[in-house]
């Protein structure tokens, strides 16, 4: 079964900052896809960026990229210039290709704060 | 285009009670997929509905079941509920189902209590 892991509960960062938050994960799967979903205090889930494992190039979106090492099964998202609309829980998640489902598996989450 | 609707937004019942949650996922989407979250256990699948036949099920009792309309609607209903099963269940939806990497819409979530 695939595992997810975020070992890093809470961070916080300087507003206009860049911080990193880490994210490993166990699969035995070669092709699958990652994610990383932002979870603001008002609960809506949003996705931050997506990876395709099979893609060699990292994704970035705007302020937001990630440092996908496919060897090593890690999958950081950096975030840059931070805004104080960055605070919110951040999870990564794994979505294999195997069986055919849209199961996500989530890690347990960062909680991010952007302080002023 | 609206965005993944979950009804209702708060619930408090009694143990042993049951209770049935909505979800009305973005229109054209197919697959809906629904999640406990707690404090302690983090974000659980707890199963996936396509054309509305259940795809996959995660490690829940059976007192956790779903369907799904034709209209791609689905509703998730717990039986005999236990203090444990107080938590946000929050209802995903995607174009379709399968291999490929669509992006899951989320909805707000219902936040169930049980007393």
């Known amino acids: 079964a695939q595992t997810v892991t975020q070992s890093q509960p809470e961070m916080s960062v300087q507003e206009a900052e860049t911080v990193t938050l880490s994210c490993t994960y166990d699969?035995?799967?070669?092709?699958?896809?990652l994610f990383w979903y932002k979870q603001p205090p008002s609960r809506q889930m949003i996705l931050v960026i997506r990876?395709?494992?099979?893609?060699?190039q990292n994704a970035t979106e705007n302020r937001f990229s990630v440092n996908f090492q496919k060897a090593a099964k890690s999958f950081s998202l950096k975030i840059s210039d931070s805004q104080l609309g960055d605070t919110a829980m951040y999870f990564c998640?794994?979505?294999?290709?195997?069986?055919?489902?849209?199961?996500?598996?989530f890690g347990k989450g960062t909680k991010l704060t952007v302080n002023p | 285009k609206a965005g993944v609707t979950q009804t209702p937004r708060y619930l408090i019942k009694t143990r042993g009670q049951q209770v049935t949650l909505s979800c009305s996922p973005i229109s054209g989407h197919r697959s809906v997929s629904w999640y406990q979250q707690t404090p302690g256990q983090g974000l659980q699948f707890l199963f996936e509905?396509?054309?509305?036949?259940?795809?996959n099920k995660g490690n829940f009792p059976g007192r956790f079941s779903g369907r799904q309309f034709s209209n791609s609607r689905s509703e998730m209903n717990v039986s005999t509920l236990e203090l444990g099963d107080s938590a946000l269940y929050l209802c995903?939806?995607?174009?379709?189902?399968?291999?490929?990497?669509?992006?899951?819409?989320f909805g707000a979530g219902t936040r169930l209590s049980v007393l």
């Open positions: 990876q395709e494992a099979y893609k060699q």
């Open positions: 995903a939806s995607s174009p379709t189902s399968g291999t490929g990497g669509y992006i899951q819409y």
């Open positions: 509905y396509f054309s509305e036949t259940q795809r």
């Open positions: 998640a794994f979505k294999g290709t195997q069986g055919g489902s849209e199961k996500l598996v």
């Open positions: 699969t035995s799967e070669n092709n699958y896809y």
